[in-house]
């Protein structure tokens, strides 16, 4: 079974400090990681997916197969990054698979 | 610009009632999926559609039945609400430009938080 765990239920940081937020997943084959992000008092939205490796809003994540990980990281947060940030897996034909969530919490 | 629409934004019921969640997309989307969201517990999937008249049970169908009879619309259904069922209720849609489908980009909507008393 494929599962997604996302250890930390908080992160609090200061404005321009780096943050990471971890993923780790379980799942033998090939997946396919997102994360997906949620502002308050706005829609569950795509921030961005490994298979793109793009940079969005200044986060990146890359999938780590031998660590099984697919952590997000920005260099420098911004007060308008807090929010609930979901890391997703599929794998074959499956459906997302969501983890619990971090809520990212930045600070002035 | 509103993609998924959700009918209720906030819905207050009693143990044993019958409650209707409406959903509605207007992408044209062949997959349509329920979520509840739970702090602590993040998402679960309830049941999942992708096609009309199709469903497909997802992690946690108890307590639950769904409806497709258009495309565009996907119905949760608490035949007899609990207090359990008290939660935050997302829809969500997707194309299907992959085969591999839980890879196509779902789009939420606003979400329907529903107290059951």
């Known amino acids: 079974a494929q599962r997604v765990t996302q250890p930390e239920k908080l992160l609090s940081v200061f404005k321009g400090a780096p943050v990471e937020l971890k993923c780790n997943y379980s799942?033998?084959?090939?997946?396919?990681l997102f994360w997906y992000v949620q502002y308050s008092r706005q829609r569950l939205q795509l921030l961005l997916r490994?298979?793109s490796r793009e940079s969005i809003k200044g986060f990146t994540a890359d999938l780590n197969k031998g660590e099984t990980s697919f952590h997000l990281k920005k260099p420098f947060a911004q007060e308008e990054d807090s929010a609930m940030y979901y890391c997703a897996l599929t794998a074959g034909y499956s459906t997302l698979t969501f983890g619990k969530g971090t809520m990212l919490l930045v600070s002035p | 610009d509103v993609k998924v629409t959700q009918s209720s934004r906030y819905l207050v019921k009693r143990t044993g009632e019958k409650v209707f969640l409406e959903c509605v997309q207007d992408?044209?989307?062949?997959?349509m999926f329920w979520y509840r969201q739970d702090p602590g517990l993040g998402l679960r999937l309830i049941y999942f559609?992708?096609?009309?008249?199709?469903?497909e049970k997802g992690d946690i169908p108890e307590g639950y039945s769904v409806s497709r009879e258009k495309k565009e619309r996907f119905s949760l259904i608490l035949e007899s609400a609990s207090t359990n069922q008290t939660s935050m209720y997302l829809c969500a849609s997707s194309s299907r430009d992959r085969a591999a489908w839980g890879a196509n980009v779902l789009t939420f909507g606003a979400g329907s938080r529903l107290t059951v008393l």
């Open positions: 490994h298979i």
């Open positions: 799942y033998s084959g090939s997946p396919e």
């Open positions: 559609s992708y096609d009309v008249k199709m469903k």
């Open positions: 992408m044209d989307h062949e997959n």
